[in-house]
């Protein structure tokens, strides 16, 4: 199962990189920034379900404290609501939650060193996401959700002892680096959302059998294009 989630994930960054105008590939950027916003939205509710105003205090940290965390995972609802919205108007659909796995139980520090992790990791994977964007329209767009998870990441970075900006330039990640940190954390996916019209991406007919499908968008092969990969490209002229 662990293997399959994590050949899901890699698959949605790989095909975040592809250079195609008729297979919305802004869908897909803002699809893998829904599946991070969704494990924000989880992990705040179970800490919401989990944790007291009293049990902040006896680890050590204020109401106040507390009363700011709760406010993270209402920005998170709020992230997930606006991708839903901004998605169709792209002519995409937006996928579903997962289900998670939260190893921090009832220790207040182990949540909060999870919730650091998460909110500097979402950082640094928007970061490395807008340059994947094709629409100019949406890069202001974005910078808005990173800029508000890097204020996330340094209140916890400041809460737990550590420097809450610790360099002058954010660093972007990279798929092999986001999967690392991210991929414990989902304990099951949807199958539906990797399917394309219907039909799921291990079906030989998915995309037309001229393409790959993730996250309900299909990313033609070389020489076809098409919201199905079922048309043939027109090659375009070369420059002289």
């Given at each position: 199962?662990k293997?399959t989630i994590?050949?899901?994930?890699l698959c949605l960054f790989v095909?975040?990189?592809?250079q195609?105008?008729?297979?919305?590939?802004?869908v897909?950027t803002?699809?893998?920034?829904l599946?991070?916003?969704?494990?924000?939205?989880a992990?705040?509710?179970?800490?919401?379900?989990t944790f007291?105003?009293?049990?902040?205090?006896?680890?050590?940290y204020?109401?106040y404290?507390?009363?700011?965390?709760?406010e993270?995972g209402l920005?998170?609802?709020?992230h997930?609501?606006r991708?839903q919205?901004?998605i169709?108007?792209?002519?995409?659909e937006?996928?579903?939650?997962?289900?998670y796995?939260?190893?921090?139980?009832n220790?207040?520090n182990?949540?909060?060193?999870?919730s650091?992790?998460v909110?500097?990791?979402?950082?640094?994977?928007?970061?490395?996401?807008?340059?994947?964007?094709?629409?100019?329209?949406?890069f202001?767009?974005?910078?808005t959700?990173?800029t508000?998870?890097?204020?996330?990441a340094s209140?916890?970075?400041?809460?737990?002892?550590l420097?809450?900006f610790?360099?002058?330039?954010d660093?972007p990640?990279?798929a092999?680096?986001?999967?690392?940190i991210a991929?414990p954390l989902?304990a099951?996916?949807?199958?539906?959302n990797n399917?394309?019209?219907g039909?799921?991406?291990t079906?030989?007919?998915?995309c037309?059998?001229h393409g790959s499908c993730?996250?309900?968008?299909?990313?033609c092969?070389?020489g076809f294009?098409?919201?199905?990969?079922?048309s043939?490209?027109?090659?375009a002229?070369?420059?002289?």
């Amino acid at each position: 199962m662990k293997t399959t989630i994590i050949a899901t994930l890699l698959c949605l960054f790989v095909l975040c990189n592809a250079q195609s105008e008729t297979n919305k590939p802004d869908v897909m950027t803002l699809n893998f920034a829904l599946s991070l916003e969704y494990l924000g939205r989880a992990l705040y509710r179970q800490f919401n379900q989990t944790f007291s105003v009293a049990d902040a205090q006896a680890a050590g940290y204020t109401a106040y404290d507390y009363s700011q965390i709760v406010e993270i995972g209402l920005d998170e609802i709020q992230h997930v609501e606006r991708l839903q919205q901004v998605i169709p108007t792209l002519g995409g659909e937006f996928i579903q939650p997962c289900t998670y796995n939260f190893p921090f139980g009832n220790n207040f520090n182990a949540f909060l060193n999870l919730s650091r992790t998460v909110e500097n990791t979402c950082v640094g994977a928007l970061d490395g996401g807008i340059a994947m964007l094709n629409t100019p329209a949406l890069f202001t767009a974005a910078a808005t959700f990173a800029t508000v998870e890097a204020r996330h990441a340094s209140f916890l970075n400041l809460i737990t002892g550590l420097v809450p900006f610790p360099s002058a330039f954010d660093t972007p990640l990279n798929a092999t680096q986001v999967l690392a940190i991210a991929s414990p954390l989902f304990a099951s996916c949807p199958s539906y959302n990797n399917e394309c019209f219907g039909i799921l991406n291990t079906n030989a007919t998915v995309c037309s059998g001229h393409g790959s499908c993730a996250y309900k968008v299909c990313t033609c092969d070389a020489g076809f294009t098409g919201p199905d990969c079922s048309s043939k490209a027109t090659q375009a002229p070369k420059c002289q």
